[in-house]
């Protein structure tokens, strides 16, 4: 399969920033019990900014960093889990704000590893479609729409944001691997609830812990054991996986930028991996977890800081809910 060149990238984060001391105010919590347990010092919130309109304005940013006419993008791909609508997708918006007017626009669902999926997706389509030019990927969460602000283990945890990329077909080194255990889904989920049909009867279909009332399914449970678990080996397999289709050294990858779950699971990944920490970015301590956006935001700004540079090997890994993992390795 053909390759991928990042043309840009743009991100957005909300104005709102929630230090943990903030998070003291609302659950039995403090600083520093949040810090040294996940690496996390505060989290953007969305102050009212939908999903939509978050990953619009990183989109925008990558258009004009591209220095593209939007008409030239051919496809957009939206990766979330906390759309603002059941239908129209967030990446209809996205394409109405853009002024991406022959675009093709489709939501993609894969979690913490939606942006991996989603950048895999659009390699898939370039290398396929000659008359496409340019993918437009981008990653949008608040998921503070599904955060149980009355569980201190886990509400510390996430914050809102948006980040975006403009992709086009290249002969640079790409490879990449995804999976997928659904039979971990119950340690991560969030359920829909609709009402049900005036026929319905009975309802069989229910998750493990769905007979405790006192129990919001819909906002996010998480069995933090059980996650750690499946993440610390996801991230390794992932990248490794995705280097040894292309019998790619890991040691030759300059730069890491995984999903930005926990550091104590990227540290844990990384000497499972057997790579020293100096090639991982990270920014989850002024971020926190945002899902599917954490990838690009890290991305975004490991571009504006230098840390990542043309022609480096980056690896974007990703892990979460369903359980889904992925990596795509690239030369940036």
């Not at 895999?120 to 340019?134: M, Q, V």
């Not at 899902?291 to 975004?300: C, E, F, H």
Request: proline share 3%; charged share 20%.
């Amino acid at each position: 399969m053909s390759g991928i060149n990042i043309v840009s990238t743009g991100g957005y984060a909300p104005l709102l920033a929630v230090t943990n001391d903030d998070m003291a105010k609302i659950v039995e919590t403090n600083d520093e019990w949040i810090r040294t347990r996940t690496g996390i010092g505060q989290r953007r919130m969305s102050n009212c900014e939908p999903t939509w309109y978050m990953g619009a304005m990183a989109s925008k940013q990558a258009i004009e960093r591209a220095g593209i006419d939007p008409k030239d993008i051919g496809l957009i791909i939206s990766s979330t889990i906390t759309n603002d609508f059941v239908t129209p997708s967030a990446s209809c918006l996205i394409q109405r704000e853009t002024g991406a007017v022959n675009a093709a626009a489709f939501d993609l669902g894969a979690a913490c590893s939606g942006f991996v999926y989603a950048v895999d997706t659009a390699c898939r389509f370039l290398a396929t479609d000659e008359n496409l030019k340019y993918v437009l990927v981008s990653a949008n969460e608040n998921l503070s729409y599904i955060t149980n602000f009355a569980d201190r283990s886990s509400c510390v945890l996430f914050g809102d944001g948006a980040a975006a990329v403009i992709l086009e077909r290249s002969d640079k080194l790409f490879t990449s691997w995804l999976g997928a255990d659904g039979t971990g889904a119950k340690f991560l989920y969030a359920k829909n609830q609709y009402p049900h049909s005036p026929f319905t009867t009975e309802d069989h279909f229910t998750v493990d812990d769905e007979t405790d009332p006192s129990v919001d399914h819909r906002l996010l449970i998480q069995d933090g054991k059980e996650v750690y678990k499946f993440a610390t080996k996801a991230l390794p397999t992932a990248a490794k996986n995705a280097a040894d289709k292309i019998s790619l050294d890991i040691s030759d990858i300059d730069l890491f930028i995984p999903h930005q779950a926990n550091i104590r699971i990227i540290e844990t990944a990384a000497k499972n991996l057997g790579v020293s920490m100096d090639k991982f970015f990270t920014n989850i301590d002024m971020h926190g977890n945002t899902s599917s956006a954490s990838i690009p935001i890290a991305l975004n700004e490991a571009v504006e800081k230098g840390v990542l540079k043309r022609g480096m090997k980056v690896c974007l890994v990703g892990f979460g809910a369903g359980l889904t993992l992925g990596s795509v390795i690239i030369e940036y």
